[in-house]
């Protein structure tokens, strides 16, 4: 059964602080691993699609990296508008299923 | 191209009545998905369109939910004679025949009194 695992489940970061939230994951053929934002009460907000491993891919202050069973969130000197809850989710595909499943999360916590 | 639009963002209704929600996809999408999201866990699968098709319904849609999507455009998540448990965010999201980003909308939030 295809499964996301995310760590730490919560995270507090002094501005300028980097560090790095982890997603592991075992699926029966990787099809895409995608990494999201959610702010409280939004919607996530697609932030990287990653389809092999090695493969890296950045914006702005972030950088997805992929091996072949975890996804690395990279975070650089962070500010406090970084702060949310950040999902790793893998795309399960075959048939006529076609689904993101998701793990449950890293709140990541930015202070000044 | 205006993003993922649902509607209502916010309801409020009483056990055992029906509500229903819309969901408006990014214009050309033809895969469309529902989710739902409760407070610390991330979004679980409801279930998958593409086009006009229903392809996949999870266990967690009982006989009590229904989705449609008339015409592949928008689509609809009806859920009849609510229960507490059925209190939380419904995500809708769609994409096109690449698969290759996957977009939310804001949500619709439920809570059943």
């Known amino acids: 059964e295809d499964q996301v695992t995310q760590s730490p489940e919560a995270l507090r970061l002094q501005e300028g602080e980097s560090s790095s939230l982890n997603c592991s994951y075992t699926?029966?053929?990787?099809?895409?691993l995608f990494w999201y934002r959610q702010d409280p009460g939004k919607g996530p907000e697609f932030l990287f699609t990653?389809?092999?491993a090695g493969e890296e891919k950045e914006k702005e202050r972030l950088k997805a990296t992929l091996t072949k069973k975890e996804s690395f969130l990279h975070i650089t000197a962070p500010k406090p508008e970084d702060s949310a809850t950040y999902l790793c989710?893998?795309?399960?595909?075959?048939?006529?299923?076609?689904?993101?499943?998701f793990g449950t999360g890293t709140l990541l916590a930015v202070q000044p | 191209d205006t993003g993922v639009s649902q509607d209502p963002r916010h309801k409020i209704t009483k056990r055992g009545q029906n509500v229903t929600f819309r969901c408006d996809p990014i214009?050309?999408?033809?895969?469309l998905y529902w989710y739902r999201q409760t407070l610390g866990q991330g979004p679980e699968f409801l279930t998958y369109f593409q086009n006009e098709a229903q392809l996949e319904k999870s266990r967690l849609l009982s006989d009590r939910f229904s989705a449609e999507r008339p015409k592949g455009s928008f689509s609809t998540l009806e859920i009849q004679r609510t229960e507490q448990g059925d209190s939380a965010m419904y995500l809708c999201a769609s994409t096109d025949s690449s698969g290759n980003t996957i977009y939310f909308g804001e949500g619709s939030w439920l809570t059943v009194v």
């Open positions: 989710a893998v795309l399960h595909y075959g048939g006529a299923t076609n689904k993101l499943i």
């Open positions: 214009s050309e999408h033809n895969r």
């Open positions: 990653l389809y092999s």
């Open positions: 699926v029966s053929g990787l099809r895409g």
